[in-house]
């Protein structure tokens, strides 16, 4: 860590003492308390400097001491840490939601917001103050005492359960899995697949393959395996995780996701919202539920009949070659990848030879590199959680530290599925000679190297990276000293994923690919029937994709926009409505979709997953820039980095795009990317 400045200021993940943390966050908690007294009953008027600067303190150390803890409960997690987890983050969650019921903190943003000084103030400034005066009527400011004490006690629970929530997936994911000795029972599944369940085998002192629900797994068979009856016993297992139907019905979310969607309403109606979708557009690009709606079934109405002409061409391909007369959902993969390497020419297992981990890896920073003219670095000795996690530091084009990150890449026991990015630091301008650079974590699931082998990725794989990473530039190359606005700060929801979906685009062009796209053992380029076969692969059942993402955006926030306490719909019924209306496969009455819906019950997208496809027409947008201007230009490249990436939550991000693209955003690149005719 030689002469490394990001690194002296990096979590000490080997010495947090599970013995100790509870007491650690209560005297944080407690010493917080005492500061915002302090700035309350400060007698001069309210400035930036005894006003945000003190506030930012108390944020800046939470990140530090409180951020670590809630990492490790998803990338470490055990019953024991977690059980302290959950009695911290019920304090936290308790001091945050009578933080914004502070009169007395309220009371002075709106002197400052009042004052002369305010219009003296920068861009990033103003919008921290504004944000907080919205975020304090959110948190119920101006509600009755009575009433107060109400949305603090649903905050709290909320938390619980939403924590809850998350560790029945987890635990429910990691209780099912199959011992295989006999190896016709896998036919189909290609060498890499198969070394991966026997080392999964191996972990547990068996011989032979053990097949899992971790993504890796599932995937492998789902998409591989000869086996139909395998197919579909490892269907019903996935589906109906964390559900009645599943085999461990001790972790089923029902009650839970009851609990949640009333205990949210209740919150909405609380703050004046007829519900918890108004009360979640308050802080989104979108203004109203009838957009979101209108949005979502246009594109529905666009994608479905394509979309029901792919299903039946699949169909037909799986009668006449796979001798499977009805397809059932647990064959839709199996199929589409036969079906693919026949139209297409075009197999997963060789594309996969083309993206070795760190081929790819070396690529995306030179891509980067050529982009947005900064340099990326890996550090040794820094403190981890797990032996594959590695670290690296951003520099600029004058050599200067500006961010730094941790890759953790695997999959691997007791870590939560999917991938993710999430904050280590902020950027923020602690004194006029001291500057906190922005860190990330950056988390993902992929298939973990066999020993003696090369991890190769596969294409959604190597998409997902891109994606991950991209969420992880907004973060570290803003150029804002506000804290609560720098990086993805104050980034409204549906704004927050148009750099991820921005960066997958370079992994289906062969400029960018080119940079890293290399055979795992010849070190070729990837040729060019491959590219072409790859290229057309996006448009393969690219309706059917665009329609999956939309039932699921549908349902989340008509589950949240119609509730009513009482008479709830059922959500199992619900998810029915949703899907015939949209939706062209449809699953067995045993799916339970919802119930593992992290996403909306124990993430942030509540009301808001939506958000995906909304920050899709943004990107797909933003990059048609790059595909008038070059692939690799590096003024659209810096252009992109001084408007969307730079400003952080600083600046309307609908401003933000025009000041990039020159207009406002159109729909008609999302619809060519995913291969749909627009009308």
């Known amino acids: 860590m030689k002469n490394c400045a990001v690194a002296d200021s990096l979590p000490s993940f080997s010495a947090l003492d599970i013995t100790v943390i509870e007491t650690d966050i209560n005297k944080l908690i407690a010493d917080s308390r005492l500061q915002l007294a302090k700035i309350v009953s400060e007698s001069e008027p309210a400035t930036w400097k005894n006003l945000v600067q003190p506030i930012e303190v108390i944020y800046r150390r939470f990140e530090q001491r409180w951020g670590p803890v809630g990492h490790l409960d998803s990338v470490c997690y055990s019953d024991e840490w977690h059980e302290v987890y959950e009695r911290c983050l019920a304090a ?16 002075r943003f709106e002197s400052l917001a009042a004052s002369p000084e305010y219009a003296t103030l920068s861009i ?20 009755p005492q009575a009433a107060q004490q109400e949305y603090m006690d649903i905050s709290s629970r909320l938390s619980k359960l939403s924590s809850q929530f998350g560790s029945h997936v987890l635990k429910a994911t990691q209780a099912w899995s199959m011992h295989i000795t006999d190896p016709s029972q896998l036919a189909g599944l290609p060498e890499s697949a198969m070394n991966l369940l026997a080392q999964y085998a191996q972990q547990k002192a068996l ?46 979310n029902a009650n839970l996701i009851d609990e949640i969607r009333a205990l949210r309403h209740q919150k909405a109606q609380l703050l004046g919202f007829n519900s918890y979708a108004d009360y979640s557009l308050a802080t989104k690009m979108v203004s109203t539920p009838k957009q979101v709606l209108t949005f979502l079934r246009d594109l ?8 029901a002409q792919e299903l039946d061409e699949l169909q037909l391909f799986a009668k006449a070659n796979l001798g499977i007369s009805q397809l059932e959902p647990w064959d839709m ?38 982009l947005f003219n900064i340099k990326i670095e890996p550090v040794e000795g820094v403190d981890v959680w797990h032996s594959d996690v590695r670290f690296y530091i951003i520099r600029n084009e004058d050599g200067q530290e500006i961010a730094g990150f941790y890759l ?74 506000a804290m609560n606005v720098s990086g ?35 070190d070729e380029r990837l040729p060019d029937d491959l590219l072409e076969a790859l290229q057309a692969s996006r448009h393969f059942q690219s309706a059917m994709m665009l329609l999956r993402q939309v039932e699921f955006s549908l349902f989340d926030f008509i589950l949240h926009l119609e ?58 947008d933003a990059f048609s820039l790059f595909e008038e201007t070059g692939v690799l230009n590096s003024e659209t490249g810096q252009r992109f980095k001084a408007t969307i990436l730079a400003a952080g939550g600083s600046v309307d991000p609908m401003q933000l795009f025009k000041n990039f693209r020159g207009r406002l955003p159109q729909i008609d690149a999302l619809l060519r990317h995913s291969g749909i005719k627009a009308a």
């Open 300 to 307: 529905a109405t666009k994608a479905k009949p394509q979309a």
């Open 333 to 370: 993969s199996y199929a589409s990848e036969k079906f693919k390497e026949q139209r297409l020419s075009l197999s997963q297992e060789i594309l996969k030879s083309y993206f070795e981990v760190e081929h790819t890896l070396q690529g995306m920073f030179n891509l980067v590199t050529r």
């Open 92 to 107: 936290v969650t308790q001091f945050f939601t009578e933080w914004g019921q502070n009169a007395g903190i309220f009371s």
């Open 563 to 620: 509730y009513t306490p009482e008479s709830p719909e059922d959500v199992v019924t619900l998810m029915e409505r949703v899907r015939d209306e949209v939706a062209v496969v449809l699953p067995p009455k045993y799916h339970r979709f919802a119930h593992s819906f992290n996403h909306i019950f124990a993430g942030g997208y509540a009301a808001g997953y939506f958000s995906y496809k909304w920050a899709e027409v943004l990107s797909a």
């Open 207 to 252: 011989t032979g393959w053990r097949v899992t629900l971790d993504f890796p797994s599932y995937h492998a068979v789902m998409t591989y395996a000869d086996n139909r009856a395998l197919r579909e016993t490892l269907y019903h297992a996935y589906a109906t995780r964390a559900s009645d139907q599943s085999d461990f019905p001790e972790f089923d």
């Open 124 to 143: 990033a400034q103003q919008k921290v103050i504004d944000n907080a005066l919205r975020d304090f009527r959110l948190s119920g400011i101006n509600l």
């Open 408 to 481: 953790d890449l695997y999959a691997r026991e007791n870590k939560r599925g999917g991938a993710w990015m999430d904050v280590v630091s902020s950027r923020w301008r602690k004194s006029s000679t001291d500057l906190v650079l922005p860190v990330a974590y950056l988390v993902c699931n992929f298939s973990p190297p066999v020993e003696g082998q090369q991890a190769c990725l596969t294409h959604n794989e190597v998409t997902t990276l891109f994606h991950e990473f991209g969420h992880g530039l907004h973060h570290m190359l803003t150029e804002i000293d």
């Open 488 to 522: 993805i700060s104050g980034v409204p929801w549906d704004a927050v994923e148009l750099p991820s979906q921005f960066m997958e685009n370079f992994c289906w062009e062969r400029e960018s690919l080119d940079l890293f796209a290399k055979h795992h053992e010849t």
